[in-house]
Every structure is written in structure tokens, then in C-alpha cells.
RNA sequence: CGCUGGGUAGAGCAGUCAGGUAGCUCGUCGGUCUCAUAAUCCGAAAUGCGUCGGUUCGAAUCCGACCCCAGCCA
């Protein structure tokens, strides 16, 4: 299979080093990518990280709306193939298929399993000690498109939603290399993927980060981990602010859900449905984040009556 | 000029509204107690209140400008 014209489509940040690796080996026609969007604190229009690092590599891009409006530009670009990576839009058949071999996608899951918008968060959120990447077609249906290759990845106890962000995304460079040189060689093929095995996951909202302490520790801890970088995972005090949680180590104990059981050693234990949560790392509203002991030394005399 | 909260000893905070020369918890150092100790008790060091300027006899506290941090927003 002769690959040599490459289109990448992608937004998020987990899609860069997979460009990176990209541009350096390939040639890169274009770059395709999410308009700017206001953010950051002072709402200014920003571009995403896959469009800015795009620039600087000198790459061209396209950043529109809708990406059927330079459809006949990237048909004069008389692509092989297009890489598809967090792009964070809905791309038409008209333009999956516009490459001569179709688009490959990456997807941070072990497809069929957490087809959708948030696989990394939701295995955490299940508790899953291992997770993975494929490599797929692109077909009409989301993330349902022939398995090309997979790659899997062991989570332990330290990682969160982030860590496994910068695992997934330095291990798409890697394996974009290889699915290449894969195809190239035609010692890879695509193969279906098996629909009675398949799982949705659909995106988190903001709601899904409150911690509700009438829940077993153990599902406060994955949900802890899965919610980062967001929606983030937080508790309520009586005046209404939200203290963020980082970071905890389930303990036993029995009590009543939400009582603060010690406000001593690594930080505050508090009782939950099952067992008990030390809070190792937080952030009151307003301040940064820290561990358990720099809290209770500002916060402790107020936690126990600012606890609902 | 999107909105909001904040910058005070090594860390986390109080004090700012009613200006008078800085306090709490933890840590650190020394000592005490103990078989021993991260536990107890006693004591000490350290800072000079984000920056610049103004008002004032006097400012962390009032006024002005600026810098930095955090949250909201998907």
C-alpha cells in the first residue's frame, strides 16, 4: 500500500505528540483542527494545542466550523491517508472516505469497550485495572469503525485521569508509527470489531465530580482518579464552597457518611458508605492545591463545623 | 477591558471594615520527660505583611497604579 500524502485531523492535547511524530516522518498536507475558542482566564480566543503546535512546526491548517467547508481543499491535496485524533468534530462519510485509503482513528480505549467521549475517565471511574488505545477505521458510526491495532496499558493506583492522558498520548505517537509501517508492509489488517462486546460512554458533566460520602470509599477513590483533569472531584461545605480533592487512600473505619473522623497525619479522614477516605491533596476555592497537612493547619478548626 | 476570590515567617491561615508597629496551627532548632518516640512539656530562631507611589506623627491595615496566583467557562 503506497502511504505517502497524510492529512491529521485533531484538537486536543492528547493529539499532539502523534502530530509531532507524524510531521517528523511524513509529509504533512494539512493540519485540521478546531476554530479558536475563547478560554483561559481572560476569555480570549485561543487555539487548541494540536493547531498551535501545528504552526509552529509550519504545518498548514484548517480550522473550520464545519469541516465539509474545505472539503474540495483537501481534495486538491490528493491525500492517501488522514490520521484521526481527538478532533473533537463530527467528520461526514464524504469526508473520511475523501483519502484515497480512507482515515485511521485513535481511540484511548480497548474497543469494542468505551466507544465514545470520555473512555480513559469512565474506565477509571469503573475501576478498571487495565485499559488500552486502538488503532480503527473511521466509519459512519462512532468508534465502531475495523480494529487495525491495540495496545494495553496497566493503571495502578497512582494514575489518574491525567496520567493516563500523557500515557495515551505519547503511546499514540508510537503506534501510529507502527500501524503505518504495518500497512505499508501489509502485514496488518483491519479487522471487525466485535459488536456484542461493545460499551458507550458518553461525556462527564460538571455533576459528575461531587463526591457524596454516602458511597463506598472505593467508588469515591475511582471517581476521584476518573474525573481529572475534569470535571475534577469536589465536596460541599455549609457555606456553599467547593473544596477540590486530588488525591486519597481509602482507610478503614465505620461511621456515619461524612463524618470527620481525624484531622490529623497525612490529612482529614472522613467516613463514608464503606469504609473511610483520607484526603490527601485538595484545593480550597481560591487557592491552589496542597496536601493534606498544609489544610488542616489553615483550614482544621473550621472543618468541623463547616462540614455538612 | 467577561465574572469572582487571593498574595502576611519554611507550609497553611487569622488580622485589613473602626490605621499605632504582627498572631495562630504545623514544621525547624535547643532542651525536658521516657527504655524509646513522630507522643508530652518548656524555650528559641526566622518574617516585616506581592511591587511601586501617595495620604498620615504613624499603614499589613486608607487611596492609586502595576505584577502574580486560583476558580468559573467545555
Redo the contacts with the bound molecule.
Sequence with gaps: MTLERFLYFGSDEIAVPTLEALAEREQVLAVLTQPDR???????LTPCPVKARALELGLQVLDPEKVGEVSEQLQDLQPDLAVVFAYGQYMPRSIFELPRHGSINLHPSLLPKYRGASPIQSALLDGLEESGISILKVSAKMDAGDLLLQRRVSMGEEDDGVRMRQRFASLGAELILEALEGLREERLSFVPQDEAEATECGKLS?EDGLLDWKRSAESLRHQVRGCQ????TWFELENGERIKVFRVRIEAATAKAGTLLELKGDGPLIATGEGALRLLEL??????R?DG???M????RLLPEMLP
Design positions: 475563547p478560554s483561559g482566564r481572560k476569555r480570549k460538571k483533569p475534569w470535571p475534577g484545593q480550597p476555592p481560591g487557592k491552589s496542597m497537612r498544609s489544610f493547619n489553615g483550614y482544621g
